[in-house]
Protein backbone atom coordinates (compact mmCIF):
# COMPACT_ATOMS: atom_id res chain seq x y z
CA UNK A 1 0.00 0.00 0.00
CA UNK A 2 2.94 2.19 1.14
CA UNK A 3 4.32 1.72 -2.08
CA UNK A 4 1.53 2.15 -4.60
CA UNK A 5 0.70 5.62 -2.69
CA UNK A 6 4.11 6.46 -3.42
CA UNK A 7 3.71 5.70 -6.94
CA UNK A 8 0.96 7.60 -7.70
CA UNK A 9 1.81 10.66 -5.77
CA UNK A 10 5.31 11.01 -7.30
CA UNK A 11 8.95 11.04 -5.64
CA UNK A 12 8.45 14.50 -4.62
CA UNK A 13 5.17 14.65 -2.59
CA UNK A 14 5.82 14.31 1.29
CA UNK A 15 4.22 11.14 2.65
CA UNK A 16 3.67 10.89 6.51
CA UNK A 17 2.00 7.90 8.46
CA UNK A 18 0.55 8.48 11.72
CA UNK A 19 1.42 4.94 13.73
CA UNK A 20 0.98 4.05 17.70
CA UNK A 21 3.81 4.21 19.25
CA UNK A 22 1.94 1.87 22.14
CA UNK A 23 -1.51 -0.17 21.67
CA UNK A 24 -2.40 0.72 25.04
CA UNK A 25 -4.99 -1.90 25.46
CA UNK A 26 -4.26 -3.05 29.38
CA UNK A 27 -4.56 -6.77 30.10
CA UNK A 28 -4.77 -7.65 26.21
CA UNK A 29 -2.69 -8.93 23.45
CA UNK A 30 -1.39 -6.28 21.23
CA UNK A 31 1.28 -4.73 19.53
CA UNK A 32 4.26 -4.21 21.27
CA UNK A 33 6.31 -1.03 20.61
CA UNK A 34 9.11 -3.58 19.41
CA UNK A 35 6.56 -4.82 16.58
CA UNK A 36 5.16 -1.02 16.07
CA UNK A 37 9.10 -0.05 15.07
CA UNK A 38 9.62 -2.84 13.07
CA UNK A 39 6.61 -1.81 10.99
CA UNK A 40 7.50 1.74 10.96
CA UNK A 41 10.94 0.53 8.97
CA UNK A 42 8.93 -1.13 6.32
CA UNK A 43 7.10 1.95 5.91
CA UNK A 44 10.67 3.92 5.96
CA UNK A 45 11.80 1.37 3.35
CA UNK A 46 8.74 1.68 0.66
CA UNK A 47 8.81 5.49 0.68
CA UNK A 48 7.64 7.22 3.68
CA UNK A 49 8.28 10.88 4.20
CA UNK A 50 7.89 10.96 8.37
CA UNK A 51 7.00 8.97 11.32
CA UNK A 52 3.78 10.50 13.58
CA UNK A 53 3.96 8.87 16.95
CA UNK A 54 0.14 8.35 18.57
CA UNK A 55 -1.28 6.14 20.64
CA UNK A 56 -4.23 3.58 21.10
CA UNK A 57 -7.43 2.92 19.11
CA UNK A 58 -11.44 2.97 20.09
CA UNK A 59 -10.67 0.44 22.42
CA UNK A 60 -8.07 1.95 24.14
CA UNK A 61 -10.04 4.43 26.23
CA UNK A 62 -8.69 6.32 28.23
CA UNK A 63 -5.11 6.23 27.02
CA UNK A 64 -5.07 7.29 23.68
CA UNK A 65 -6.84 10.85 25.20
CA UNK A 66 -4.92 11.21 28.65
CA UNK A 67 -7.06 14.24 29.99
CA UNK A 68 -9.82 14.61 32.70
CA UNK A 69 -13.51 13.04 32.10
CA UNK A 70 -15.78 14.05 34.09
CA UNK A 71 -18.93 13.64 32.16
CA UNK A 72 -17.07 12.11 29.18
CA UNK A 73 -19.53 9.33 29.45
CA UNK A 74 -22.99 10.64 29.63
CA UNK A 75 -21.89 13.65 26.76
CA UNK A 76 -20.98 10.29 24.54
CA UNK A 77 -24.32 8.06 25.07
CA UNK A 78 -26.04 11.61 24.78
CA UNK A 79 -24.66 13.08 21.58
CA UNK A 80 -21.11 11.15 20.91
CA UNK A 81 -20.58 7.98 19.25
CA UNK A 82 -22.47 6.16 21.66
CA UNK A 83 -25.44 6.84 20.90
CA UNK A 84 -25.74 4.36 18.60
CA UNK A 85 -25.55 1.67 21.03
CA UNK A 86 -28.28 -0.34 22.58
CA UNK A 87 -30.65 1.51 25.08
CA UNK A 88 -29.48 -1.19 27.54
CA UNK A 89 -25.65 -0.65 26.84
CA UNK A 90 -26.10 3.43 27.05
CA UNK A 91 -27.81 2.78 30.33
CA UNK A 92 -25.49 0.53 32.23
CA UNK A 93 -22.62 2.84 30.79
CA UNK A 94 -24.64 6.17 32.57
CA UNK A 95 -24.71 4.20 35.40
CA UNK A 96 -21.16 2.87 36.22
CA UNK A 97 -20.35 6.48 34.76
CA UNK A 98 -19.11 8.32 38.00
CA UNK A 99 -16.42 5.04 39.15
CA UNK A 100 -15.07 4.71 35.74
CA UNK A 101 -14.48 8.35 34.79
CA UNK A 102 -12.49 8.94 38.10
CA UNK A 103 -10.57 5.28 37.14
CA UNK A 104 -9.86 7.15 34.41
CA UNK A 105 -8.79 10.20 35.26
CA UNK A 106 -6.48 8.80 37.98
CA UNK A 107 -5.04 6.22 35.59
CA UNK A 108 -4.62 8.47 33.12
CA UNK A 109 -4.36 12.43 34.13
CA UNK A 110 -3.51 15.27 31.80
CA UNK A 111 0.55 15.40 30.67
CA UNK A 112 2.10 17.43 27.94
CA UNK A 113 4.09 14.73 25.74
CA UNK A 114 2.74 11.52 27.36
CA UNK A 115 4.02 9.82 24.23
CA UNK A 116 7.66 11.05 24.34
CA UNK A 117 8.87 7.77 25.85
CA UNK A 118 7.46 5.95 22.40
CA UNK A 119 8.79 8.58 20.35
CA UNK A 120 12.20 8.11 21.63
CA UNK A 121 12.37 4.09 20.43
CA UNK A 122 11.62 5.31 16.79
CA UNK A 123 13.93 8.28 17.11
CA UNK A 124 17.05 5.85 17.51
CA UNK A 125 15.36 3.41 15.24
CA UNK A 126 14.53 5.20 12.20
CA UNK A 127 16.06 7.58 9.85
CA UNK A 128 13.67 9.83 8.62
CA UNK A 129 11.76 12.33 10.93
CA UNK A 130 9.72 11.17 13.82
CA UNK A 131 6.55 13.59 14.66
CA UNK A 132 5.00 12.79 18.11
CA UNK A 133 1.58 14.23 18.86
CA UNK A 134 0.22 14.29 22.95
CA UNK A 135 -1.27 16.92 24.55
CA UNK A 136 1.08 19.47 23.76
CA UNK A 137 -0.32 23.33 24.31
CA UNK A 138 2.38 25.45 25.23
CA UNK A 139 5.87 26.89 23.92
CA UNK A 140 8.04 25.05 26.90
CA UNK A 141 6.30 21.88 26.29
CA UNK A 142 7.10 21.73 22.56
CA UNK A 143 11.04 22.98 22.80
CA UNK A 144 11.47 20.68 25.59
CA UNK A 145 9.98 17.71 23.76
CA UNK A 146 12.83 18.95 20.83
CA UNK A 147 15.31 19.36 23.37
CA UNK A 148 15.12 15.77 24.60
CA UNK A 149 15.90 14.17 21.26
CA UNK A 150 12.88 12.13 21.18
CA UNK A 151 11.46 13.49 18.29
CA UNK A 152 11.93 15.73 16.00
CA UNK A 153 8.93 17.51 15.72
CA UNK A 154 5.88 17.92 17.51
CA UNK A 155 2.24 17.99 16.70
CA UNK A 156 -1.17 18.77 18.35
CA UNK A 157 -4.68 18.61 17.89
CA UNK A 158 -7.33 19.00 20.67
CA UNK A 159 -5.08 22.45 21.87
CA UNK A 160 -6.36 23.66 17.97
CA UNK A 161 -9.61 23.13 19.31
CA UNK A 162 -9.40 25.66 21.82
CA UNK A 163 -6.79 28.22 20.36
CA UNK A 164 -6.85 28.24 16.39
CA UNK A 165 -4.51 30.35 16.38
CA UNK A 166 -2.25 28.31 18.56
CA UNK A 167 0.77 28.83 16.61
CA UNK A 168 0.70 32.39 16.37
CA UNK A 169 0.16 32.89 19.93
CA UNK A 170 3.42 30.25 21.20
CA UNK A 171 5.71 32.20 18.98
CA UNK A 172 4.51 35.94 19.04
CA UNK A 173 3.13 37.89 21.39
CA UNK A 174 0.10 36.58 22.12
CA UNK A 175 -3.33 38.52 19.94
CA UNK A 176 -4.99 38.67 23.71
CA UNK A 177 -5.73 36.48 27.01
CA UNK A 178 -4.55 33.17 25.22
CA UNK A 179 -7.73 30.10 25.27
CA UNK A 180 -5.30 27.40 26.63
CA UNK A 181 -7.05 23.47 26.47
CA UNK A 182 -7.92 21.88 29.79
CA UNK A 183 -8.23 18.58 28.32
CA UNK A 184 -11.87 17.85 29.62
CA UNK A 185 -11.99 15.26 26.28
CA UNK A 186 -15.99 17.44 25.91
CA UNK A 187 -14.61 17.32 22.05
CA UNK A 188 -13.66 13.82 21.94
CA UNK A 189 -16.61 12.27 23.56
CA UNK A 190 -18.86 14.44 21.38
CA UNK A 191 -17.29 12.87 18.29
CA UNK A 192 -19.35 11.69 15.14
CA UNK A 193 -22.54 13.14 16.97
CA UNK A 194 -21.50 16.68 16.83
CA UNK A 195 -19.13 19.35 15.26
CA UNK A 196 -15.50 18.84 16.47
CA UNK A 197 -15.74 22.45 18.75
CA UNK A 198 -14.05 23.02 22.53
CA UNK A 199 -17.56 22.65 24.68
CA UNK A 200 -15.62 24.05 27.64
CA UNK A 201 -17.84 27.61 28.19
CA UNK A 202 -14.94 28.81 29.94
CA UNK A 203 -12.53 28.07 27.37
CA UNK A 204 -15.02 29.12 24.67
CA UNK A 205 -15.50 32.68 25.48
CA UNK A 206 -11.81 33.31 25.56
CA UNK A 207 -11.62 32.27 22.28
CA UNK A 208 -14.46 34.34 21.09
CA UNK A 209 -12.49 37.27 22.89
CA UNK A 210 -9.57 36.61 21.20
CA UNK A 211 -11.78 36.21 17.56
CA UNK A 212 -13.02 39.36 18.43
CA UNK A 213 -10.19 41.06 18.72
CA UNK A 214 -8.68 39.37 15.40
CA UNK A 215 -11.68 40.70 13.78
CA UNK A 216 -12.07 44.12 15.03
CA UNK A 217 -8.02 44.90 14.12
CA UNK A 218 -8.60 43.26 10.52
CA UNK A 219 -5.19 41.22 11.60
CA UNK A 220 -3.66 38.94 8.58
CA UNK A 221 -0.92 36.91 8.08
CA UNK A 222 0.57 33.71 9.55
CA UNK A 223 -1.58 31.88 11.76
CA UNK A 224 -4.48 34.27 10.96
CA UNK A 225 -6.60 32.42 8.83
CA UNK A 226 -10.23 32.31 9.70
CA UNK A 227 -10.38 29.43 11.59
CA UNK A 228 -12.66 26.48 9.44
CA UNK A 229 -15.05 24.45 11.99
CA UNK A 230 -15.08 20.94 10.67
CA UNK A 231 -17.67 18.52 9.83
CA UNK A 232 -18.86 15.60 12.76
CA UNK A 233 -17.60 12.83 10.46
CA UNK A 234 -14.02 14.72 9.86
CA UNK A 235 -11.12 11.78 11.55
CA UNK A 236 -10.02 13.34 14.83
CA UNK A 237 -6.22 13.51 15.23
Not at 28 to 38: F, K, M, P, Y
Not at 43 to 55: P, V, Y
Not at 133 to 156: K, N, Q
Not at 211 to 236: D, I, T, W
Request: overall charge positive; hydrophobic content about 40%.
Amino acid sequence: MMRAVRERCGADYPILVKLNGTDDLPLRRAATSEELVRVAHWLQEAGADAIEISRGHYESWPGMIQGRYRGFIKASVTVGAATHGSAMRKMAARVVAPVVERVAEWARPPREGFNLPFAQRFTDSLDIPVIVVGGFHTRDGMEAALRSGAADAVSAARAFIADPYLYRNIVGEPLAERPVCGYCNGCIARFSGSRIDCYNPEIRGQREVMLSVVRRRGLSGPGLEPPRHHSANRSQS
